[in-house]
Each structure stands twice: as structure tokens, then as C-alpha cells.
């Protein structure tokens, strides 16, 4: 197990990049197969980052991204693209955990500033 996470999130980019790499060759096999690792080593992530809300908050977006881009690639290589609409659900709940989390970062500074004395 890797502890360091910054090797660790360098190792996630290296999944993703070959997954990506695959469905732009068509490497039908293999990009299938790096969805395993991909999303397990995100979703590992995510959950080593839930005590800091910041880095929750931008891995559960990259997680969702992930499925939104797993499921995408699994319609354009299987189903005739047709597994797009369930893709743009993934991107959207990845937008909106962003959103979420940027407006209740300006409400709070908001807040803050409103309160000086």
C-alpha cells in the first residue's frame, strides 16, 4: 500500500491517462480492464481525504468524473453511445458536490468578513 499520497494520487493519474489512452485507440480490452484500478485507487483516495473537507469534497467530484467517464467509454465501445445520458448524470452530481462546496466556502467567508468588530 501506498502511503505517501501524493505517489499515490501520481499513480491514479498513470491509471487514468492509460485508461483514456485505450478508449482513444479503441483498446477495447484494456480500457475496460483499467476501470478497476482507476475508480478503486480514486474511491481509495476519497476516502483517505474525508477528515480534510476541501480534498473530500474534489475527490468525490474526480470520482464521479471517473464513473462519468468510465460510463461513457463503455457506450461508445459496446452500446453504440448510448450510455451517455447515464454518463452526463456522473457529471453533473460531480458539478454539483463542486458547487455545493464552493458556494458554502463563500457563505462561510461571507460570514466571516461580515463579522469583524
Do not use: Q
Not at 475527490?59 to 467509454?73: E, F, P, Q, S
Amino acid at each position: 500500500m501506498i502511503k505517501d499520497i501524493r505517489k499515490y494520487e501520481n499513480l491514479h493519474i498513470a491509471f487514468w491517462l492509460v485508461k483514456d489512452a485505450c478508449w482513444c485507440l479503441l483498446f477495447k480490452p484494456l480500457g475496460m480492464l483499467m476501470i478497476i484500478p482507476t475508480l478503486y485507487v480514486a474511491i481509495d483516495i476519497t476516502w483517505r481525504s474525508r477528515h480534510e473537507r476541501t480534498d473530500l469534497f474534489h475527490n468525490v467530484a474526480v470520482t464521479l468524473w471517473i464513473c462519468a467517464n468510465a460510463t461513457w467509454m463503455t457506450g461508445e465501445f459496446f452500446f453504440d453511445d448510448h450510455l451517455r445520458p447515464f454518463a452526463m448524470v456522473f457529471f453533473a452530481l460531480g458539478l454539483l458536490v463542486i458547487a455545493y462546496y464552493y458556494i458554502s466556502l463563500a457563505r462561510n467567508y461571507k460570514d466571516d468578513v461580515g463579522t469583524t468588530e
